[in-house]
């Protein structure tokens, strides 16, 4: 009786390590414990066994079931997790998965196509801090604080003298600060204001471009900008110099380029004028120089600023300026 006990437990054995996916594993239950498996009826059996004999075998039936039964729940844990070395479950044919590949968001793209644009023309990319003092904001760019002016940004103000930057301006008299002319540099970075709606965020990019020179004339900028918004949008994109005014130019000038949803016809995106504007730009107002210790007398140049997140939506065709923050992955697979 030990023995046939014994050698159903060494066959058993033997086949469950042989087995290699879960229906096996299934068949194995079934011979060996399922209700008439093998084990199971051998149970069955010890009630009619000689009363001498049926405890020492009734115990030994119990031990081989119990093993038999936590090698079967082992081998069902390896097969489902796919884990252990059944070199079976590794399918070599199988093509591989190819990993997630991420690429850079639209913002980013238009940044790095901006100031690739400017580079080409020598233009030196610069940062600068976010978080910014009142001085370099405003003060500086001729923005004194009871001036009308600071009404059109909407701040963010940290403390009485430091705000979220509310353009890249600032960056311009941190460069002429620390630089004699000629300078020409181009600062990209996150601004802020309070606002939003389906066009404004209270986080924004903007690009900045400054250049200081001897006998730098307005021909310089409309020269520039004019090669910018042709690599930009395309060679044959019309555009105007529209005059404006920022306290930090004079003159000032806002460049539009022709509506590139109606060719100029007139619709919703451009408010029915044909144009859409993209900039701000103009000659650096002597007033800024002497802040940052420059001769007015020797010296002159122009600014521009643009808003990326426009420029985006102008070249891709998007109405929604939020979708460049939802994360949607449908939007940014697009790009
Ligand atoms: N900083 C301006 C704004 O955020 C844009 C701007 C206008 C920048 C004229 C300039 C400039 O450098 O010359 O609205």
């Known amino acids: 009786m030990k023995d046939q006990l014994l050698e159903l437990e060494e066959r058993a054995i033997e086949e469950i390590e042989a087995v290699h996916d879960l229906s096996e594993l299934e ?34 039936a119990n031990l081989v079931k119990t093993n038999l039964s936590q090698r079967f729940q082992e081998a069902k844990k390896t097969l489902i997790s796919g884990k252990g070395d059944r070199a079976e479950l590794f399918d070599a044919t199988l093509p591989g998965r190819e990993p997630l590949r991420g690429h850079l968001h639209p913002i980013t793209l238009v940044i790095k196509e901006v100031c690739q644009i400017f580079s080409r023309m020598g233009f030196r990319v610069v940062k600068g801090p976010n978080v910014e003092l009142d001085y370099y904001n405003f003060e500086a760019l001729n923005i004194p604080k009871d001036h009308p002016a600071r009404d059109m940004q909407d701040t963010f103000y940290i403390s009485d003298n430091v705000v979220l930057r509310t353009h890249t301006s600032p960056i311009q008299v941190r460069v002429m600060e620390t630089r004699k002319p000629p300078v020409s540099v181009i600062a990209p970075g996150k601004v802020y204001r309070r606002d939003s709606d389906v066009s404004h965020t209270p986080m924004f990019h903007q690009v900045e471009g400054l250049l200081v020179d001897r006998d730098v004339s307005f021909g310089d900028l409309k020269g520039t900008l ?80 643009m808003g990326i997140e426009r420029i985006a939506m102008l070249k891709y065709g998007i109405d929604d300026i939020q979708l460049f923050f939802k994360n949607d992955m449908q939007f940014l697979r697009q790009f």
């Open 27 to 60: 068949k194995f239950r079934i011979k060996y414990l399922g209700k008439k498996g093998q084990v199971t009826s051998f149970m069955k059996n010890v009630g009619g066994l000689a009363p001498e004999e049926r405890p020492k075998i009734g115990k030994l």
């Open 226 to 305: 004019t090669s910018f918004v042709h690599q930009m949008f395309g060679g044959d994109t019309r555009l105007r110099f529209r005059p404006s005014f920022f306290p930090f130019t004079e003159p000032s000038a806002e460049v539009d380029i022709l509506c590139v949803i109606c060719g100029g016809k007139g619709c919703r995106t451009c408010a029915h004028t044909g144009w859409l504007e993209i900039l701000g730009s103009g000659m650096v107002d002597p007033e800024v120089y002497r802040f940052v210790d420059y001769d007015a007398d020797i010296y002159s140049g122009f600014a521009f600023g």
